[in-house]
C-alpha cells in the first residue's frame, strides 16, 4: 500500500483535529513507507498534541534522520523543547531551522518565541520581524510582537502591533487583551476597558480577560468614590503621617496634620468630581459595561475568576 492515502488521511484528520486518527493513519504511512520522513513528522505531530512528548520526539528523530535538510521537523522540535521549559534547547532547534529554511517563516516565528522565552527581546522581536517580511498579513506575528514591546514597556509600539494584527483579524481575543494592558499602562483606562470587554465576550474562556474587565472597571469606580479616594490618598501618599511627623518636628504637630487633611480633603474632592464624570461618560458610551462589571464582581468574590 503506498503512503500517499494514509499520510493525505493523517493531515485532514489533523486539520479537524482529530489527532488520535491522524496517528494512526500516519503510523499506516509509516508502515507503508518506512523511509518516509513526511510520515514521521505527521506522527509527531499528532503525539504532541496528545501530550505524548518522548514518543514525539522520537519520531522526529526519525524524520530528521531520513529528511536531514528539511526544516518543519527543527520547528516542531523546537515548540516541544519550549513548552518543556528547554528554552535554550528550543533556540538551538530554531536556530537549525532557520539555517536549513531561511525563507521559512515558520522558523523565524520559533527563533522568536525561543528568544523571547529566554528574554531576548531584541532577538525576538527582529525574528518576528524576518518572519513578517515573508508572511505580512499574519495577524499571530503582529501580536507576538507586540507582546515584546510590551514586556519592555515599549507601549506605544506594542499598541500599534496590536492594531495591525487587529486590523487583520479583528475578533483575535488575544490581541484586544494585550492590546488592553498596553493602553492600561499608557494611562488609557477608559479604552483598556473597552478592549478588555471585547476580548472577553469574543472569547468567554478567556481568564485574563474577565480578570483584566473587573480591575480596570473596579479602578475607575474607585476614583468615582469618596471612601476609595480617601482610602487611595492616605495609603499611597502618607501626607496625614509625613504632616504630622514634620510638624512635630517643628513643635506643632497636630495643626500640620490638619493642613495634611484640609489638603487630602481637596485633593480627594477633585479626584471624585472628576472619577464620577469618567464612570458617567462611561457608562453613557458603553451600558453593558458596567452591568458586566456586576457579573464580574460576584464571579471574583466567588473565586470563579
Not at 530528521?64 to 533556540?91: C, G, N, Y
Not at 514597556?153 to 499598541?159: C, K, R, S, T, W
Not at 494584527?165 to 476597558?193: F, M, P, R, V, Y
Request: aromatic share 6%; glycine share 6%.
Amino acid at each position: 500500500m503506498s503512503a500517499d492515502a494514509p499520510a493525505a488521511r493523517a493531515r485532514a484528520a489533523l486539520e479537524i483535529r482529530r489527532y488520535d486518527e491522524a496517528a494512526r493513519h500516519a503510523g499506516l504511512a509509516i508502515a507503508a513507507s518506512p523511509e518516509n520522513a513526511d510520515a514521521y513528522y505527521l506522527l509527531a505531530f499528532a503525539l504532541h498534541k496528545l501530550d505524548r512528548n518522548d514518543e514525539a520526539m522520537r519520531a522526529l528523530e526519525s524524520s530528521i534522520a531520513k529528511a536531514p535538510t528539511w526544516d518543519d521537523p527543527h520547528v516542531l522540535r523546537s515548540d516541544i523543547l519550549r513548552e518543556q521549559d528547554r528554552a535554550f534547547d528550543a533556540l538551538r532547534a530554531a536556530e537549525e531551522a532557520v539555517r536549513l529554511g531561511p525563507n521559512a517563516p515558520e522558523a523565524h516565528t520559533a527563533l522568536g518565541l525561543s528568544a523571547g522565552a529566554l528574554g531576548d527581546r531584541v532577538r525576538a522581536l527582529a525574528a518576528y520581524r524576518r518572519a513578517l517580511e515573508l508572511t505580512p498579513n499574519a495577524a499571530r506575528l503582529h501580536r507576538m510582537s507586540g507582546d515584546q514591546h510590551l514586556a519592555m514597556q515599549d507601549n506605544d509600539q506594542a499598541v500599534a502591533c496590536y492594531h495591525r494584527a487587529l486590523a487583520i483579524e479583528a475578533n483575535d481575543a488575544l490581541s484586544l487583551n494585550n492590546l488592553g494592558c498596553a493602553l492600561l499602562a499608557k494611562g488609557q483606562q477608559e479604552a483598556a476597558a473597552f478592549a478588555f470587554k471585547s476580548a472577553m465576550l469574543i472569547d468567554p474562556t478567556l481568564k485574563a480577560a474577565k480578570q483584566n474587565t473587573h480591575m480596570t472597571v473596579r479602578s475607575i469606580k474607585q476614583g468615582a468614590s469618596v471612601l476609595g479616594v480617601l482610602g487611595l490618598a492616605v495609603a499611597k501618599l502618607k501626607l496625614f503621617w509625613v504632616f504630622f511627623f514634620v510638624g512635630r518636628l517643628l513643635g506643632n504637630g497636630w495643626n500640620w496634620a490638619l493642613v495634611a487633611l484640609a489638603i487630602v480633603g481637596v485633593v480627594a474632592g477633585a479626584a471624585v468630581v472628576r472619577g464620577r464624570l469618567r464612570l458617567r461618560r462611561l457608562a453613557k458610551k458603553d451600558p453593558q459595561l458596567l452591568a458586566i462589571y456586576a457579573r464580574l464582581k460576584q464571579d471574583k468574590k466567588s473565586g470563579r475568576i
